[in-house]
C-alpha cells in the first residue's frame, strides 16, 4: 500500500502571519511539508527556518521558486507585493494561496486572475472567517432557507490594539482589516452582488495620526442586489480583546457565528461574571487558519475542497475600494461605476 501523497510546501514572508502559518504547517496539516522559506529582510527566513526545522532558507523568492522540491507557495508578504508575487509564482507553475488582499486595485487583481488561468494553477485567497466555528454553518443555513429572504446583515473586526499608528500604512482599515468582514457578509448572502457602499471612518484611536492618513475606526453600509442591506464596521482598539462576529437577518430568521471567548469556562464571583477572551488573530482564528491551509492542501494534492479563489478576492477588494472612494467623496459610491473607471484604464 503507498504512503498518503504530502504536498511540499515553500513560504514568502517570514513576518507575524507568516510565521504563524509557517507553524501551522508544520505541525498541523498533517499532509503538507513546508520545505523552504523565504523573506528578503536579512536573516528573517534563516530564523524561521531554525526554529521550525526547515531545510533551505531563501532572502531571494526567486530563488526559492526554482527549487523543484517546492510544489506550492504560500505568500505572506505585505500586501503591496501580493500581486506581483502571485504573477512570480503562477509563472513557476506552483499551486498558490495568498494571504487578503491579493492585490491593491482592480487591475492588479485581474493581473492575478490572467496570471492564474495562463498558467493553470491553483489560486486560493486567505479569507478564513469561511473556514472559522460556526461561519460555514451560519452559510449552510443560509442556503437551506432557514432564515427565509436574507435583509439585514453585519460583520465586525474589533482589534485589540495599534502598538504603533505610524506603522499602519493609509487605508489599511479597508484594504486590510475591513476586508475580511467584505468577504464575510458576500459569503453570508449567497447569490447576490453588493452595488454600493457609503463609508465613514475617522482616527478616533490614534488622533494625532489623522493627518498622516490613519483611519482605525470605521462604518460601512452595502446595498446589494437581492435588497439585503449590511454594515460592517471595525476599531483597532478593544480593550476587551479580538473580537470578529457577524449575523445574519432573514424574513425567518436569524444566524449569527463568531465568539471571542477563549474558552467555555465561566468566572462567577463576588464581582460579577467573567470570561476570559481571546487577544490576537492568531489565537482566535488558529483553527480557521489551519481549516483554510488544509484545504488549499487537499486540493493541491487532487482531492477537491472548497475555498475563495480570484473572484471572491475580486469582490471583497471593489467594495473596500468603493469605501475609499465613499471617503473621499464623502457620498455614496456606486461600485459599477467603480468597475467602469478599473476596466477603461
Known sequence: MSEPRTLNIGLIGAGRIGSSHAELITRTVPNARLVAIADPVEGAAARLAKALHVPAAYTDPARMLADPAVE???????????????????????AIFCEKPAGMTLEEIDRVHRAVEANGVLFRIGFNRRFADGFPQARAAIEAGRIGTPQLLRSTTRDPGLANPAAVAPWTIFLETLIHDFDTLNFLNPGA???????????????????????????????????????????????????TRAEAFGSAGMVTAGDLAASSMRYYGSEGIGIDTVRADTQSMRGAYTGELQAFTDTALGHRAPGPGVGAARDALRI???????????????????DAVGAAR
Open 320 to 338: 473596500a475600494l468603493g469605501c475609499i472612494e465613499s471617503c473621499r467623496t464623502g457620498a455614496p459610491v456606486t461600485l459599477d461605476a467603480l
Open 193 to 243: 452582488r453588493a452595488v454600493q457602499v457609503h463609508a465613514a471612518a475617522d482616527a478616533l484611536v490614534a488622533p494625532d495620526f489623522r493627518d498622516a492618513g490613519l483611519l482605525d475606526t470605521a462604518v460601512v453600509t452595502i446595498r446589494y442586489d437581492n435588497g439585503a442591506i449590511a454594515t460592517a464596521e471595525a476599531s483597532f482598539s478593544a480593550a476587551y480583546g479580538y473580537d
Open 72 to 94: 506550492a507557495v504560500v505568500i505572506t508578504a505585505p500586501a503591496r507585493f501580493h500581486a506581483g508575487l502571485v504573477e512570480q509564482v503562477a509563472a513557476a507553475g506552483k
